[in-house]
């Protein structure tokens, strides 16, 4: 863990991983690879009578998902408090970004020190005749336009996918028959999700220093999944802007009731743009996440957040927040950048009011689906390795990046298996999960219908950080597993994917299956961009590369296939 001193109030994002490069032990800078999140991931100490969790993975900010809001939320709203109680400094610790550490390449790390290695370090897991099945796969992968033709399907035909809505449970039915077409065996596993509707969201400035007699001034504006309404009318009230926890807890007591808060905080898109978008988001998604309870807490009559993303085309990023027991929940929106800015401006000016109306509705959580494919192994069919992605997206754009994507590329694991005639030892098992975006209430069913079954889950894979070029392989789980992959990662060096890269986490949706001990796994992709498109309305079919894509497919289906048909199973 980096730069967070025990007393830590408001969780640091650490650096997401140490890269591996063949060594017993990442040789990066020094840091802790937490296991888990919150369970493991949380160190707890004692200040000032409050239970203070330091949070270690960048991963868990950057993912952002219930469980750990949960944590977080809890958490925040504890400090918040406290805070205002004078109990604890808020802001000791801020969610500054880490510096720079781009997880691309290794260094140095070419096909002659790997094979030395290989040479030095044993046997592989795969004779020469399944690396030249991988190979057909790789080359199958970046020829077959059947993942791009899925993700056209999913996003121009049936369009955004919010948990609980008819074009979710639409998505369900036609995954599932497009699964069964291939022959693979297709089970629903019913999950209860949450059901929030988004309705009207607006905003505009009634009063601000310099402005012309009888003229409003529009904000750009979208509410955050989950967030309660204001009255239909909307509410009028001062605009207060803090730039991080720390501004919020250099207030005066009383100075935020009844006002609308403005968390500000910048996205930081130095970092995003050398290759660590996910620590960039890392930073800023605590907010999105904490931001209303903090403002509930103090008696803020609604909450914005700054988008945390790096577009600049005025365009704001929606994303899930949550509210915690005993504090006041208050409607909750993200602001484009532009429109942030502008509004740090003007309140530094001289009082500014806003009008804001927000309409969601949260209606009784919704009957849907995990769709589960088996492709069933021929020796040790109870054995499974999951290649997955998550079937729900955001409903402002139509969800291409995420995480249709995720989704495509691992019905293409399928796809090839079947068109190529391979069956692997172990059962392929592909996986559209639900709801990942509003809390992963699929995966959590998932985990308690398969509770008993961990020891027969052999690797787990998940694709949720978009379609940009993959560098590699991230895993979790035993370091051991970066030598056995070694074999794989070869195969993949043809298309510029042959990183290995240790990782806390590896996809929110298989967290839990990491938790229990299976080796975990997510392609290492460019998210120079993703967080440019990533919950917006600009989240298209468009913006995805097939070339790209096909790499992503490529990763996954020889992953899937090496772990399925290994002579002995992965290191765990
Ligand atoms: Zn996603």
Known sequence: MEGAPEHSCIPPISQKNAEWKGHPHPHTRARTRPKGIDGGAGKESQKGGWLVYVITSGMVFAKMKSRIVALVVLDAALVVLA???GVCPLGAQSAAPPSADATGRAPGQGMLDRLQAMMAGGKSAWTPEQLAVMERLRGAAMKDPYALDELRHLTYNIGPRLSGSPQAAKAVEYVAGEMRALGAEVTLEKAKVPHWVRGEEKAELVSWPGQAAGTTQKVVLTALGGSVATPPG??????????????????PPGAV?????VFNHKFDKELAAVGNGLNAYGGGVVYRGAGPIAGGAVGAAAVLVRSVGGADYRIPHTGQTAYAPGVPKVPAGAVSAEDADMLKVLTSQGPVTMHLTLTPETLPDADSFNVIADWKGTEHPEDVVIVSGHLDSWD??????DDGAGVVVSMQAIHLLKELGIHPKRTVRFIAWMSEEEGSQGAAAYMAEHKDEAAHHIGAIETDLGADHPSGIYFAGKEALGGWLRPVSTVLEAIGAETL??????GEDIAGLTELGVPSFAPVQDSRFYFNYHHTAADTFDKVDPKHLNENAAVVTVLAYALADSAEQAPR
Do not use: F, N
């Open 396 to 401: 402002l754009g139509t969800g291409a990046i």
């Open 83 to 85: 805070a205002w109680m």
């Open 257 to 261: 009731t009844g006002k609308i808060l």
């Open 234 to 251: 909307g509410i009028t009230a001062e605009v207060l802007v803090v730039d991080d926890w720390d501004q919020l807890h250099a207030l």
């Open 501 to 506: 890269t240790s990782s806390p986490e590896t």
